[in-house]
Structures are given as structure tokens and as C-alpha cells.
T-cell receptor, first 116, second 118 residues
Framework: DTGVSQDPRHKITKRGQNVTFRCDPISEHNRLYWYRQTLGQGPEFLTY????????KSRLLSDRFSAERPKGSFSTLEIQRTEQGDSAMYLC??????????????FGPGTRLTVL | GDSVTQMEGPVTLSEEAFLTINCTYTATGYPSLFWYVQYPGEGLQLLLK?????DKGSNKGFEATYRKETTSFHLEKGSVQVSDSAVYFCALRGWSNAGGTSYGKLTFGQGTILTVHP
């Protein structure tokens, strides 16, 4: 078990550029979540995948944001036409198929985005 | 919607002092409650959980009791160590749509920075 990995760990970009982040969940975890964490705040939910299906999106996920999980394994989060307000830590978490009432989410180290 | 409020921080304590970090929540349905910890340079880790009213979660000397009557889940530790220095997040998992299906998304508080001095 290598844990949830995210790539890149840091990304610096200029306003208006597009960026894409990747998340590799723990193998056999069919549930995958994206969160955004700004400085001094807790993580905020962005979107949820169950296998390859995107089942929930937050209103925080504007039309400049798109997430995919094409084969139900890794996921990508793309931000188009980045703005300075997009600067944040983007966190990915995965969890195994639901067993009973609870399954733990395992978090990756995050991708820190800085928009200049 | 669901929300979590944590006590204002940061919190600075001496080693072996008693720790309380307050957490209150607002949620519909039957939320589960969690404390996550983020050590310097590391990702979020689950510290403890409670899935129904009056449950007590515990781990590594930390405890929190799910109090539905006061909508609270305060984190406590009787004797903190320098190694407990980290950011602590209270979180809840509620029901995410009218159909009653829980997709498991977490709602976090703003976090409390704890610094423990020798």
C-alpha cells in the first residue's frame, strides 16, 4: 500500500494559463474525492467519483474546473484560465467500497498551486 | 447546509498540559464526526471518529465524545507532548442528497494550530 499520490506537488503558473493535476488513489479504492484548502482554512469539498462516474460536484467547482476519472483509477483535475483566487492546496482522497456506515478517507499530500 | 466551527487558535501549551479544542457542528440527518490531524509537511490523517450520538472516539491519548444535545465534538488530551504539535481539523460526514445516499464528502472546520513547548 503506497498511499494516495498526487502530482505535481507544487505548481506555479501565470494567470490565464491552464493547469492539470493528477491523483493516484490507493489501489482498489473505488471512491475518490477532490478538496481545496486555502491558507488558514479547512479543506472544502469539490467533487466525488465512484469508479468512473462523477456523482457529486460542489458549487465551488465553476465551469473553469473539470475533473475526470476515465478508467476508474487515477483522476485528473484541470483548471482553465487560472485566476489568482485559484491559489490553494488541492487535496485528493480515496476510500474503499462502502462497508456499513463508515469508510475512512485517505488523503494524499496535495498539490500546491500558486497563480501569479 | 452542513457546517463545522472550531475554537479560535492558535493554541500554545507546555508539555504535559491538558488540551481541549472545541468543535460544534450544524447538520441535517445523522452525521458522523471526525478529528483529522496534519503534522508539519505531511498530509491529513484520521485521528479519531464517532458515528452516532454518545459514541466516544479515542486514539493516541486523544478523546472526543459525540454530543448530539449540544451538537459538539470537543477534542481532549490529558497530557500533551511536543510531538502533538500539528494542525487539528474537526469534520463531519453527513447525508449528501435527498435520496438519502451518502457519498461520504467531509465538511471541515477551519483548523486549530497546536504548538507544544518542552
Amino acid at each position: 500500500d503506497t498511499g494516495v499520490s498526487q502530482d505535481p506537488r507544487h505548481k506555479i503558473t501565470k494567470r490565464g494559463q491552464n493547469v492539470t493535476f493528477r491523483c493516484d488513489p490507493i489501489s482498489e479504492h473505488n471512491r475518490l474525492y477532490w478538496y481545496r484548502q486555502t491558507l488558514g482554512q479547512g479543506p472544502e469539498f469539490l467533487t466525488y467519483f465512484q469508479n468512473e462516474a462523477q456523482l457529486e460536484k460542489s458549487r465551488l467547482l465553476s465551469d473553469r474546473f473539470s475533473a475526470e476519472r476515465p478508467k476508474g483509477s487515477f483522476s485528473t483535475l484541470e483548471i482553465q484560465r487560472t485566476e489568482q483566487g485559484d491559489s490553494a492546496m488541492y487535496l485528493c482522497a480515496s476510500s474503499p467500497p462502502l462497508a456499513g456506515d463508515y469508510n475512512e478517507q485517505f488523503f494524499g499530500p496535495g498539490t500546491r498551486l500558486t497563480v501569479l | 447546509g452542513d457546517s463545522v466551527t472550531q475554537m479560535e487558535g492558535p493554541v500554545t501549551l507546555s508539555e504535559e498540559a491538558f488540551l481541549t479544542i472545541n468543535c460544534t457542528y450544524t447538520a441535517t440527518g445523522y452525521p458522523s464526526l471526525f478529528w483529522y490531524v496534519q503534522y508539519p509537511g505531511e498530509g491529513l490523517q484520521l485521528l479519531l471518529k464517532a458515528t452516532k450520538a454518545d459514541d466516544k472516539g479515542s486514539n493516541k491519548g486523544f478523546e472526543a465524545t459525540y454530543r448530539k444535545e449540544t451538537t459538539s465534538f470537543h477534542l481532549e488530551k490529558g497530557s500533551v507532548q511536543v510531538s502533538d504539535s500539528a494542525v487539528y481539523f474537526c469534520a463531519l460526514r453527513g447525508w449528501s442528497n435527498a435520496g438519502g445516499t451518502s457519498y461520504g464528502k467531509l465538511t471541515f472546520g477551519q483548523g486549530t494550530i497546536l504548538t507544544v513547548h518542552p
